[in-house]
């Protein structure tokens, strides 16, 4: 009986990880992006409001290399989920 179970879990559990690996990927690089992309409002009103002062080009610093950041992980993510899509089972 524990020789069946065996052979099923060797031959399932792969088939079911596989792409749960790739949409988990997927889900956090979506996630990533939108965090990205939060920010985006309140650096236009900064950059529009923008008067040569050193609080205005730190907040507009910090906001552009946290979107940055955030999009990288999450475009780095979709490409990851891609990769594991492309290699064989």
Not at 8 to 30: E, S
Request: aromatic share 12%; net charge positive; no cysteine.
């Amino acid at each position: 009986m524990s020789d069946i179970v065996s052979r099923f879990v060797k031959h399932v559990v792969p088939g079911v990880i596989h792409p749960l690996r790739i949409i988990w990927n997927q889900i956090i690089g979506f996630l990533f992006l939108v965090l990205a992309a939060w920010p985006t409002s309140s650096a236009i009103k900064d950059i529009m409001k923008f008067d040569g002062s050193g609080e205005h080009l730190l907040r507009i610093t910090f906001t552009v290399v946290f979107a940055v950041v955030l999009a990288y992980f999450g475009i780095t993510s979709f490409l990851r989920a891609r990769k594991i899509g492309r290699r064989p089972r």
